[in-house]
């Protein structure tokens, strides 16, 4: 069963929206797939509770900050939202699930340099734990030099970028609704839909975990 661990210690970089999004994939291609919410915020359980019944079924499990259990038996696919200020014992202990860890970046200088350390430590757990992590640009205008910033610091980190999601207002209706964009005719999404397909051919390549 294929984990999917969303994680950056920095709030407001877009993890519930990344969150939602890789659940919405895979619930779109007919998996049976559980949304875990270890964020006190509880953002992704408040997305559920958005969600319609007749949309493509996505499940949730009891977790906390401070305990993250394994999903129930059954799922085939889970996705964790993590929560802000993720480190220590905790992110140990939710990287030990993982099979692939997405990385959700903001262009905001503030938020590369808080993000630096977190990457130092999730290499070093890489190697421990045998997960793949993969980087994905949020909000961002790529004609801007903060964008420049970014891309100079995703190729020193030495981590793989995976896409660059546009700044749009699609996502915020989406989250108002409890949708995806699978969930969308898909004349409404493509030009977004085109941006996630790096990622999702990525979520579902095989695990360094094997």
Same mark, same amino acid.
């Given at each position: 069963?294929?984990?999917?661990?969303?994680?950056?210690?920095?709030?407001?970089?877009?993890?519930?929206?990344?969150?939602?999004?890789?659940?919405?994939?895979?619930a779109s291609q007919g998996h049976g797939v559980m949304l875990g919410d270890s964020d006190r915020q509880e953002s992704?359980?408040?997305?559920?509770?958005?969600?319609? %019944?007749? +949309? &493509?079924?996505?499940?949730?499990?009891?977790?906390?900050?401070? !305990?993250?259990?394994?999903?129930?038996? *059954?799922? /085939?696919?889970?996705?964790?939202?993590?929560?802000?200020?993720?480190?220590?014992?905790?992110?140990?202990?939710?990287?030990?699930?993982?099979?692939?860890?997405?990385?959700?970046?903001?262009?905001?200088?503030?938020?590369?340099?808080?993000?630096?350390?977190?990457?130092?430590?999730?290499?070093?757990?890489?190697?421990?734990?045998?997960?793949?992590?993969?980087?994905?640009?949020?909000?961002?205008?790529?004609?801007?030099?903060?964008?420049?910033?970014?891309?100079?610091?995703?190729?020193? %980190?030495? +981590? &793989?970028?995976?896409?660059?999601?546009?700044?749009?207002?699609? !996502?915020?209706?989406?989250?108002?609704? *409890?949708? /995806?964009?699978?969930?969308?005719?898909?004349?409404?999404?493509?030009?977004?839909?085109?941006?996630?397909?790096?990622?999702?051919?990525?979520?579902?390549?095989?695990?360094?975990?094997?």
């Open positions: 069963m294929p984990v999917i661990v969303v994680a950056n210690p920095k709030g407001g970089v877009g993890k519930s929206t990344l969150s939602t999004q890789v659940a919405g994939f895979f992704a359980r408040l997305w559920l509770s958005l969600r319609d %019944s007749a +949309l &493509p079924r996505i499940d949730t499990w009891e977790m906390s900050f401070d !305990y993250i259990a394994k999903p129930p038996k *059954g799922t /085939t696919h889970a996705v964790i939202d993590t929560s802000a200020g993720l480190h220590g014992w905790r992110l140990n202990d939710v990287m030990k699930q993982a099979d692939k860890v997405l990385v959700p970046l903001s262009a905001s200088i503030f938020d590369i340099y808080a993000t630096q350390e977190f990457l130092e430590k999730l290499r070093e757990a890489r190697e421990k734990h045998g997960f793949d992590v993969g980087l994905v640009g949020v909000r961002i205008d790529p004609r801007t030099h903060a964008a420049e910033q970014l891309q100079a610091f995703v190729t020193q %980190s030495g +981590l &793989p970028m995976l896409s660059n999601l546009r700044q749009t207002t699609l !996502y915020p209706q989406m989250a108002a609704h *409890g949708l /995806t964009l699978w969930d969308l005719p898909p004349s409404q999404a493509a030009k977004d839909l085109e941006q996630w397909q790096p990622i999702t051919r990525w979520l579902q390549q095989p695990s360094g975990r094997g």
